[in-house]
């Protein structure tokens, strides 16, 4: 049997370690999932949730999840598409709008899952390098030539954010695809979101997910804004039933709890200045982020690898990444106070 030859030589994504949820000694802050439950809606939802409609195919469309989405945003329903987490959109996307040998440019560093999804379908994608402080290079984006340009906003795993004002610059010298994957924006304080702009321009994607602000990572629930005539391409390509009933029913309840969400955002926000702070005081550099999640530069003489090994003894879980830029850095997810405590404890200790 013959297997393509991009799919032989697929680096596939990692995701981070999944220590054991029944422990409660756990602290896992290197996922970027939230600290806080979801909102008290879901867990109602969950309770009256109907065995008999587990026999039955759920709603094909997420009918009521676009309806509910597009009224918190502000557009209409057939604007919206919901998906399998937003890492399906992203797969999805690749395979609507991109063709085998044709390319995607992306910075450096970002999300990984952007270039295994890409060799999965057989494109090149190629990566841009961010400047000393992690600043998006959008003229070298454009000198790529690339047919799709993907863009997390603000940016993971280094929290740095773009402007709309530039975020239009690129829009208004491209005529490929962009997606701004939007994954952490509600812990932007600046307004930053593109999602008003997709009628504007009709080669503009805007990619959320529940998994962080509305700690849903669990049920896999991602969406995506774009004019009516993208989100129909990828509707014809998606999975027929690619949210299941449970999702959308849970989805819906968190989505409507508006004020629970705003709430559980201003929280994540305290913490990480609370967490930036106590990590400065130790001696770390830490780059400004807007997103629930911190990279930081351990003081002098300092090992990123081996505090991060060091604190697994003591069963708190971050992230460490070894590669270029950011070898010698740590990303640390926004954690309660409690934990954040816990964890700057430990650190001290090591240190
Ligand atoms: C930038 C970015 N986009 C998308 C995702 C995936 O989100 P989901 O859980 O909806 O698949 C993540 C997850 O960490 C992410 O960091």
Redesign the pocket.
């Known amino acids: 049997m013959k297997i393509k030859d991009y799919i032989e030589k697929l680096d596939s994504y990692i995701p981070g370690f999944q220590p054991d949820s029944n422990d409660e000694e756990v602290i896992k802050l290197n996922?970027?999932e939230n600290a806080f439950l979801p909102s008290p809606k879901v867990f109602e939802a969950l309770k009256n949730l109907e065995p008999n409609k587990l026999r039955l195919y759920p709603e094909a469309r997420s009918e009521e999840l676009r309806k509910a989405i597009a009224k918190v945003y502000n557009v209409k329903s057939s604007e919206v598409l919901c998906?399998?987490?937003?890492?399906?959109?992203?797969g999805l996307i690749i395979k609507v709008f991109l063709a085998e040998g044709e390319k995607l440019a992306t910075p450096y560093p970002?999300?990984t899952?952007y270039k295994s999804s890409a060799s999965m379908e057989g494109v090149k994608c190629v990566f841009v390098k961010t400047d000393n402080e992690f600043k998006i290079d959008i003229p070298g984006l454009l000198k790529e030539n690339a047919e799709a340009i993907f863009i997390?906003n603000p940016?993971?795993?280094t929290g740095v954010f773009l402007s709309i004002g530039e975020i239009k610059t690129l829009l208004n010298t491209y005529d490929g695809l962009l997606v701004i994957?939007e994954?952490?924006m509600d812990f932007c304080t600046e307004d930053a979101t593109m999602i008003k702009y997709i009628n504007e321009y009709d080669n503009l994607i805007v990619?959320r997910?529940?998994?962080?602000s509305y700690s849903l990572?669990g049920a896999?629930?991602?969406y995506c804004f774009a004019c009516e005539k993208l989100i129909a391409y990828m509707d014809k390509c998606r999975d027929s039933y690619n949210l299941n009933y449970i999702s959308q029913t849970i989805a819906c309840a968190a989505m409507q709890d508006e004020v629970y969400h705003k709430e559980t955002v201003k929280k994540v926000i305290e913490n990480r200045r609370y967490l930036s702070e106590k990590l400065i005081e130790l001696g770390f550099e830490v780059i400004p982020s807007q997103t629930n999640f911190l990279l930081c530069k351990p003081p002098k003489n300092k090992i990123a690898s081996e505090i991060m090994n060091e604190l697994i003894k003591v069963k708190i879980y971050i992230r460490y990444f070894s590669s270029e830029m950011l070898d010698d850095k740590l990303r640390i997810s926004i954690g309660t106070k409690e934990e954040i405590d816990k964890l700057i404890k430990s650190i001290r200790d090591i240190l």
Do not use: F, H, Q, W
């Open positions: 996922a970027n998906g399998n987490g937003s890492d399906e959109i992203i970002t999300y899952v997390v940016n993971a795993p994957d994954a952490y990619l997910t529940m998994s962080k990572c896999r629930v991602g």
